[in-house]
């Protein structure tokens, strides 16, 4: 069964803080997926990288293919960063989703 | 350009009742997923649609779900008989062209509130 586990549960932070969230996986995949949730709902897809890492203003995505493990990191975080982070494995076209990390920055 | 969009937004029914969900994806997205989430939880996958014919269906819970993309735009989620179990967001998602390796980025509609009363 593919599983998808993400720590911690709940962070809370201070502004300017960094911020690392995990993700480990237990299948092979084709590429792993970290999202975001704001309360209301809307999901926005942050990064899909299936080796290395990726950068994205203050966001970096890495991921260890044999460890089967990915993190999140958010460099001199800040309040509008509250959100749902959510990891995803993209296995035979599907995703496969954590149960989401629930960030709070307080200012 | 448009993104995703879903209706209704809020979708209250009474145990029993039979309810449809549209999905209406980016424009030339191929691949459409539905996707259900619980109250604290992650979502997860029902079913994903590539053109007109369901790929994977193997996330639908059981025979009441059934779902529908006949011109490989606009799909439809079906729920015959709803329970109160079934209360969730439910989340359409469309990408481009995954080819046979997957992986292409997902873009998802705000969603569809269902509470089964």
Redesign the interface.
Known sequence: KNE?EQSPQNLTAQEGEFITINCSYSVGI??L?W?QQHP??????LF?L?SGKKKHGRLIATINIQEKHSSLHITASHPRDSAVY?C?D???????????TILRVKS | GAGVSQTPSNKVTEKGKYVELRCDPISGHTALYWYRQSLGQGPEFLIYFQGTGAADDSGLPNDRFFAVRPEGSVSTLKIQRTERGDSAVYLCASSLNPGREGADTQYFGPGTRLTVL
């Open positions: 998808v084709s590429a997926h999202l209301g709902g809307g999901i926005v897809s899909m299936s959510i995803a993209e296995y035979g076209n599907k995703l496969v989703f954590g149960a989401g």
